[in-house]
């Protein structure tokens, strides 16, 4: 009865830690993809910095001929990033009916993940699907796509 009371007890313990180490990492995932977000809309390049893999990660970016889209070329975030923080500030009105909505996430072994992200911005609706990693100790997004909402 002891053995049996003890392996209980032990269970318990393990399923408790595995799922703070899984919320934990859930939560880790949220703040990367909200400091992208408020340092998309607050033009602010630390937190931009914070969030993107500004070594090696990219962003596929649509190649537009006569306004259609004929392809995509990759964009560095370390780019990219400089110019989203060195953009006009957005006014309050504006800011006041931003929004952020994390639709999906998947996390694989608490190493990789996905999101699918909405981001209003202004009278734009931005869909994005993000590629994220754990790179020393840290979330980043490694890779972006997009679509803008109809």
């Known amino acids: 009865m002891f053995k049996k009371s003890l392996l209980i007890c032990f269970f318990l313990a393990s399923f408790s830690m595995f799922s703070q180490t899984k919320d934990d990492t859930l ?7 909200e400091n992208y977000y408020n340092g998309y809309i607050f033009r602010n390049y630390t937190l931009l910095e914070k969030a993107f893999d500004t070594e090696n990660g990219t962003m596929k970016v649509p190649v537009l001929k006569d306004e259609k889209v004929i392809g995509f070329e990759n964009h560095f975030f370390k780019d990219l990033i400089q110019k ?12 006041k009916n931003c929004a952020l909505t994390i ?13 699918k992200i909405s981001m ?11 590629s994220l990693q754990k790179i020393n100790q840290n979330w980043k997004i490694t890779n972006k796509i997009f679509v803008i909402e109809q």
């Not at 939560?27 to 993809?33: D, G, M």
């Not at 996390?107 to 993940?113: G, L, R, T």
């Not at 209003?120 to 993000?130: C, G, P, W």
Request: charge should be negative; avoid cysteine; glycine fraction near 2%.
């Open 27 to 33: 939560q880790a995932v949220k703040n990367t993809i």
């Open 84 to 95: 989203w923080g060195n953009r006009e500030q957005l006014s309050e009105d504006i800011i």
């Open 103 to 115: 639709l999906n996430i998947d996390i694989v072994d608490q190493k990789i993940a996905s999101a």
């Open 120 to 130: 209003k911005v202004d009278t734009i609706t931005y869909i994005d699907i993000l």
